[in-house]
């Protein structure tokens, strides 16, 4: 395949409403004008809080316009997806009519790349010139028309939704209780034109196909109708098996309400058959699951939301009473882990907002450059299921000479702040001083590039262990441009610092991970009756996959996402990334089981696993879980040429 030049997709352009009406020596004059970017996938081409200056035509690739979730980049809320030859930026178009906007800060959605993209910005100077053709107005009134008729249906559906918090729901559903029963189905052998008419006449989005003996498969889709018999000009002999998506991703009655979300959001579909012994007995739609908001949560994030100085200590209890209820119910951990990291996430968050409120209170104003927000530890890994001890750090954007000295005594007190609050909230000062309140855990850009080479330059031990935990780091909030900035020095640096990553495996070398007997020869011989579960398996498995992750410049992100984005990179294969999904959820769910256990029974904090208080399947789960991370060590260590 021959890779497009710009010519190649100038002439696109050409073609394009916007242009196609002006004499070509104008359409060049106007070209000349308009900037054409590249954006690879998952790049972001408009932020949130970007202005709008124009349009932007997709000219090559699939974008996404999303609302981003307030701490990691790769949770978002997607509302729409553009392809070739589509526009975006209508919504300010009211600024280029002139209109006054009387709000102060508009929060608009963003613009990312769902694959490698390439946009036309159109600045309204482009447009201005091509407002008197008329095809050119009718053109953008019947976009602005479309989007506007979508606009209100998407609100009417949130307004229901909003409505629907206040039902009393349990707070883990399953499939069985969410499905739509029985499924509509149709043979494989049925027209097209038949499976058309019978999605309308049961006024369903989507049809089952079975075969003779009634297993499934296939499905077909309004979009399916729409690109595969209207737009592909189907004949009468088509029929439905022609037309179905064959081997769809199908899912169980009994997971759990977390499972199927995920697997809509990770699969990228939108209906789901519910299947036993191979055979369609149900229909789950991603409608059906945001439908389906439950008081639970809401209950607790509005507790969150309106915390105080007076009460915010309260909020722990009602994380914890959700925690315990999630593990009562036997929830798969990584799922329990995602729940309750949403609401720690929250409740993070409200602590800067109430040290954001203080410090204009106490007349140091609103911050006066941008700012990010950090997590590290088990914060940063997404894991944390009970309250520790704070691990964070603050960075900030580098500010004019004469203001420095202003600044660093802003952040210097905004650091304190957030300190405060946290700990009312629950969280333990951190004994080691990591916190964004000490000096070396705040800085600008500049700083922190000038922190990551000293530390790269002087690996020792405890500079390792520095880099370890800042590793772990993970975004909660701030300015998203400056995170993005922030990301990319902290890559730019790793990439300099081979030595300090060469050093830093080394260390694990030195720290392998044991090797159980058979569990039934160790509790006859006595020869290990407990294991340190966070040093002698978690840190280890942490650490392979920061090493690798920096190595392949992954720097930021959860362990889930870590053993994915090496999946997609060829580091892993699927199989290993599989074995380690395995291995991490067993890890930590013996680390949360017992943990809460021992919390329950009012005894001290250990990460020291007794095998006499594990069931027989534990044992042999952790016997492969330990077996799969010295492989994922011995990796991290050839990585590095250390045998």
């Known amino acids: 395949m021959t890779t497009p030049t710009n010519k190649d997709y100038t002439d696109q352009a050409w073609k394009h409403p916007i242009f196609s009406g002006a004499s070509a020596a104008e359409a060049k004059e106007l070209l000349e004008q308009c900037d054409l970017n590249s954006y690879k996938k998952g790049g972001k081409i408009l932020y949130a809080k970007s202005a709008r200056e124009g349009l932007l035509l997709i000219l090559e690739g699939v974008t996404e316009v999303c609302i981003a979730s307030d701490s990691s980049s790769d949770q978002k809320e997607v509302l729409e997806v553009l392809e070739v030859g589509e526009m975006m930026g209508f919504s300010s178009l009211a600024d280029f009519l002139g209109e006054p906007n009387p709000h102060d800060e508009n ?144 899912i169980r009655r009994d997971a759990y309400y977390y499972e199927a979300l995920s697997t809509f959001l990770i699969k990228g579909v939108k209906h789901m058959p519910v299947t036993q012994s191979g055979r369609p007995i149900g229909m789950i739609t991603l409608s059906d699951l945001l439908r389906k908001k439950n008081r639970g949560t809401f209950d607790i994030l ?94 900030y954007e580098d500010p004019q000479k004469e203001e420095k000295e202003a600044v660093e005594a802003y952040f210097e007190q ?14 333990k000062r951190c004994d080691g001083d990591m916190m964004a309140s000490f000096k070396q855990w705040r800085g600008t850009i500049s ?20 880099g370890n935990n800042f590793l772990a780091f993970r975004y909660m909030c701030g300015d998203e441009v400056l995170h993005d900035e922030f990301t990319v020095m902290v890559q730019d640096q790793l990439k300099k610092s081979r030595i300090f990553l060469y050093r830093a495996a080394e260390l694990e070398k030195q720290t392998p991970v044991p090797t159980l007997d058979h569990p039934i020869r160790a509790l006859f011989k006595m020869k290990r009756d407990k294991i340190d579960i966070k040093k002698q398996a978690l840190f280890p498995l942490y650490h392979g996959l920061q090493l690798l992750g920096a190595h392949h410049g992954v720097v930021e992100g959860t362990p889930k996402e870590k053993i994915s984005r090496l999946r997609d990179q060829k580091v892993f294969t699927v199989d290993f990334a599989d074995e380690l999904y395995f291995a991490y959820e067993v890890v930590v769910s013996i680390r949360v089981h017992q943990s809460w256990d021992r919390y329950q029974r009012g005894e001290e904090k250990s990460s020291e696993i007794h095998f006499a208080h594990m069931k027989t399947r534990e044992k042999e789960e952790l016997m492969i879980a330990l077996k799969t991370i010295r492989s994922l060590q011995n990796k991290t260590l050839t990585a590095f040429g250390i045998m």
Not at 414 to 427: D, K, R, T
Request: net charge negative; with cysteine.
């Open 414 to 427: 905004l650091g304190i702040q957030i300190v405060n609050f946290m700990e009312m909230a629950g969280y």
């Open 302 to 395: 509005q507790e969150i939301e309106v915390s105080s100085e007076e009460n915010i200590h309260e909020v722990k209890h009602a994380i914890y009473g959700v925690l315990g209820k999630l593990l009562e119910d036997e929830i798969p951990i990584l799922h329990v882990l995602d729940v309750i990291t949403n609401l720690y996430d929250r409740l993070i968050r409200h602590c800067v907002d109430l040290a954001l409120e203080k410090m204009e209170q106490d007349n140091y104003g609103k911050p006066p450059v941008h700012f990010g927000f950090y997590v590290m530890g088990s914060g940063g890994r997404g894991e944390q299921f009970m309250l520790t001890d704070q691990d964070h750090f603050l960075v």
């Open 447 to 466: 700083r922190w590039e000038e922190r990551l080479r000293t530390w790269g330059l002087r690996a020792t031990n405890d500079n390792i262990l520095l």
């Open 107 to 250: 929060y608009t959605v963003e613009v990312r790349a769902a694959e490698d993209a390439v946009c036309l910005h159109i600045p309204y100077e482009v447009l201005e010139a091509r407002w008197h053709d008329e095809a050119v107005r009718d053109y953008v009134m019947r976009q602005v028309a479309t989007r506007l008729r979508e606009i209100y249906a998407s609100l009417a559906e949130q307004v229901k939704l909003a409505r629907q918090w206040g039902e009393s729901d349990p707070f883990i559903r399953r499939v069985q209780d969410l499905m739509n029963e029985p499924p509509v189905v149709i043979a494989e052998q049925a027209s097209a034109q038949e499976a058309a008419q019978k999605m309308m006449e049961d006024n369903v989005t989507s049809l089952l196909v079975v075969d003779d003996h009634e297993k499934l498969s296939g499905i077909i889709t309004e979009k399916d109708i729409v690109s595969r018999v209207v737009a592909g000009g189907a004949s009468n002999k088509t029929t439905a098996e022609d037309i179905m998506t064959a081997d769809p991703f199908t």
